[in-house]
Nanobody
């Protein structure tokens, strides 16, 4: 399975961005992680493909929403109320992090 992430960019604090990750094949779960400069990669959110159950890191709960389009094999991460601490390279993954996409940079200016 190949994953193609897109949608990163530069946004001001308080703004919003939507990330997309398209999978080349069916998976049972997909998610997002991020890695800020000088820090370890951290989990952000995940969604079960069939049940639609979601889980979020405490740091993004209430601000980020993960969703999926079953027909398009695509998962989205809607990010609202962004702050500079959200600046990182965001990576999508599938099937328990068995597969990884390339990262997409998100930069939030203060």
């Amino acid at each position: 399975v190949q994953l193609q992430a897109s949608g990163g960019g530069l946004v001001q604090a308080g703004g919003s961005l939507r990330l997309s990750c398209a999978a080349s094949g069916r998976t049972f779960a997909m998610g997002w992680s991020r890695q800020a400069p000088g820090k370890e990669r951290e989990f952000v959110a995940a969604i079960n493909w069939s049940s639609d159950n979601t889980v979020y890191a405490n740091s993004v709960k209430g601000r980020f929403t993960i969703s999926r389009d079953y027909a398009k094999n695509t998962v989205y991460l809607e990010m609202n109320s962004l702050n500079p601490e959200d600046t990182a390279v965001y990576y999508c993954s599938a099937d328990g992090e068995r597969y990884w996409g390339q990262g997409t940079q998100v930069t939030v200016s203060s």
